[in-house]
């Protein structure tokens, strides 16, 4: 199974224009041209890439990254919320969307939570510290929950 099923053919709307720079089963990476800029995105696998021992990971968890200029650039929320969508587009069955920043970086926390995410714990990596920010669907977070009627009581 590719990264993502059908993530390379779909256009990243908000983003700009996508062009496939590589994909396999694990990994995939877009070049995306917006007016006269680019950025090169890395779609992950979690359960097959470097956050497979970092946290619970469930099998269609799905890492972005950016590097470190475009996660603190001012574009970096429509860029990350254009690719959750198409991210959950192409894999209905994603529970997560995981997006790492340095930890401590306030200007790429804040980018990551103006685009929905929110920050979810901070781990250790053998060559850095991180703070992991998760994007979940409300089928995830939201529940309907009556407190007042338990079954059993």
Same mark, same amino acid.
């Not at 990264?3 to 779909?10: I, K, M, N, Q, T």
């Not at 041209?33 to 992950?44: F, K, M, P, Q, Y």
């Not at 919320?81 to 991210?87: D, E, K, Q, T």
């Given at each position: 199974m590719p =990264?993502?099923?059908?993530?390379? =053919?779909?256009t990243v709307e908000g983003a700009g224009r996508a062009t496939v720079e590589s994909w396999n089963r694990r990994s995939g990476s877009l070049r995306l @041209? @917006?007016?006269?800029? %680019?950025?090169?995105? @890395?779609?992950?696998r979690c359960a097959a890439g470097r956050l497979r021992d970092a946290?619970?990971?469930?099998?269609?968890?799905?890492? !972005?990254?950016?590097d470190r200029a475009e996660q603190r650039a001012a574009t970096a929320p429509v860029l990350l919320? =254009?690719?959750? /969508?198409?991210?959950r587009a192409a +894999?209905? /069955?994603c529970r997560r969307v995981v997006y790492a920043v340095a930890e401590g970086d306030r200007v790429a926390t804040e980018h990551a939570e103006?685009?929905?995410? /929110?920050?979810?714990v901070?781990? $250790? !990596?053998?060559? %850095?510290?991180?703070?992991?920010?998760v994007h979940e669907p409300d089928w995830v977070t939201?529940? +309907?929950? $009556?407190?007042?009627?338990?079954?059993?009581?």
């Open positions: =990264a993502v099923p059908g993530l390379p =053919a779909l @041209r @917006r007016g006269g800029t %680019e950025a090169l995105v @890395r779609v992950e946290y619970p990971v469930s099998a269609h968890d799905v890492e !972005l990254v950016l919320g =254009a690719l959750v /969508r198409a991210v +894999d209905p /069955r103006a685009a929905g995410f /929110r920050y979810a901070d781990v $250790d !990596l053998r060559d %850095e510290p991180l703070s992991l920010l939201h529940t +309907d929950m $009556d407190l007042d009627r338990v079954p059993g009581s």
